[in-house]
């Protein structure tokens, strides 16, 4: 269960949320716990995380080790202050800075390399659903994409899907409308690393995930997780939601 913070949180305003959010998740055990903040919140997320199972992740990640990369964040700095995890692709990274699917296999090789857990998001735009092309985009993202990991690499990864003409507009995917697109990547993963590997991977779901309707989309056994914006940002309701 992942929280995306997008563009909200200072320092001050993740260590009031962690202190609400810890003693309500603490004996969750039945699932992995990631809050990804804003990097300048990052260190702070880290230390007040610090002795719970809550892990902290990025919502970026750069494919170099260091160099001229102006506005860049590495691996090596993300593993120096706690981070555990890295968005990779997110939609908005896609969608208003350039982000293509060669750049999210490097930014989750780079992850990789340097032992973070990339979270790598694939999902079609409004007028690629509506012109029958979700599974056609899913399976470009995957080939694109994904593909390029090695076995061993795919292994350590997560895969959030997340259906973009829903971002923002209030309204989710069906659990159904979900699963057929979760079918469709499981399907591209079984394909390129065998069964065995794709069960086994989990597949977030990540739209306007609430605590009113993630008990149904978790209920699609192709649902292995979610991946929260909005209703992250709320100590409360995302304990409610990893306590589903
Ligand atoms: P919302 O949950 O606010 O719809 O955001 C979805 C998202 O982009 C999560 O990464």
């Known amino acids: 269960m992942a929280g995306n913070w997008k563009m909200y949180k200072t320092p001050a305003e993740t260590k009031a949320f962690f202190e609400k959010f810890r003693p309500l998740v603490e004996k969750s055990e039945h699932c992995e716990v990631v809050i990804c ?3 300048t919140s990052l260190a702070a997320a880290v230390e007040a995380a610090g002795g719970s199972r809550i892990g902290v992740g990025s919502q ?3 494919w170099a080790r ?3 990369f102006t506005g860049e964040i ?6 120096a202050v706690g981070a555990t995890h890295a968005i990779v692709g997110h939609s908005e990274r896609r ?3 350039g982000e293509t699917d060669e750049t999210v296999l490097k930014r989750a090789q780079a992850a990789l390399e340097f032992g973070l857990t990339p979270i790598v998001c694939v999902g079609e735009r409004l007028e690629q659903r509506e012109s029958g092309g979700t599974e056609a985009v899913l399976v470009a993202q995957f080939q694109n994409g994904i593909a390029g990991l090695t076995p061993e690499q795919f292994a350590k990864i997560v895969i959030a899907y997340e259906p973009v003409w829903a971002i923002g507009t209030g309204k989710t995917a ?12 499981r ?8 069964a065995p590997a794709a069960d086994a991977t989990r597949i977030l779901y990540g739209v306007c995930v609430k605590p009113d309707n993630v008990k149904s989309l978790m209920a699609q056994p192709e649902i292995d997780g979610v991946l929260v914006g909005g209703a992250s940002l ?4 995302f304990a409610s939601i990893v306590n589903f």
Do not use: C
């Not at 069906?174 to 990547?185: G, L, Q, S």
């Open 60 to 62: 970026n990640i750069a």
């Open 234 to 237: 709320d100590a409360v309701g």
């Open 187 to 194: 399907a591209q993963a079984r394909a390129r690393y065998g």
């Open 95 to 97: 969608q208003y800075f």
């Open 37 to 39: 903040p804003p990097f």
């Open 66 to 68: 260091e160099g001229a």
């Open 74 to 79: 590495s691996g090596p700095m993300l593993k």
């Open 174 to 185: 069906t659990p159904e409308i979900a699963a057929d697109a979760h079918r469709a990547i």
